[in-house]
């Protein structure tokens, strides 16, 4: 077997990850297409860290649309959350996820945080959202 050692892998096109082959000229699974980590903190959405994500927009308290800065080829992508909302003395469960009826679309995709009761929606102060698809 043949080991490749290389400090870097580039895409012909910006802001594209490399599409990676087998033998047969298959694409090998679905890589990570954008990803984001924010404060969602309400009035005060800002990126930390980020991949193919254009912005964050806070359309209210705790609901958020993320924004690619480079379409998605179709909607049939995966998203993963994980978010965190600290909050002293408070022992509300919250969800942060994609919610029916939100955008899932090829230029963005809508999460909400939400009570783990289904009762409103609050900010977000760490928040993590990573896509993937081909």
């Known amino acids: 077997m043949s080991t490749l050692s290389t400090a870097n892998i580039e895409s012909k096109a910006a802001n594209t990850p490399p599409v990676i082959k087998d033998l047969n000229g298959t694409e090998c699974g679905q ?3 954008a990803w984001v980590n924010f404060d969602g903190s309400i009035g005060a959405v800002s990126v930390r860290g ?5 912005s964050v927009t806070e359309n209210a308290s705790g609901d958020y649309t993320i924004n690619f800065t480079t379409a998605m080829s179709n909607a ?3 998203v993963t959350t994980l978010g965190h909302t600290k909050l002293t ?4 469960q919250r969800v942060l996820g994609f919610d029916e009826g939100n955008t899932y679309s090829t230029t963005a995709v809508q999460i909400t945080n939400r009570y783990y009761t289904g009762a409103g929606f609050s900010g977000c102060t760490h928040a993590s959202v990573v896509v993937f698809g081909d």
């Open 50 to 54: 980020s991949f193919n994500v254009s």
């Open 76 to 78: 049939n992508y995966a």
């Open 89 to 92: 003395n408070n022992g509300d």
């Open 31 to 33: 890589f990570c297409r």
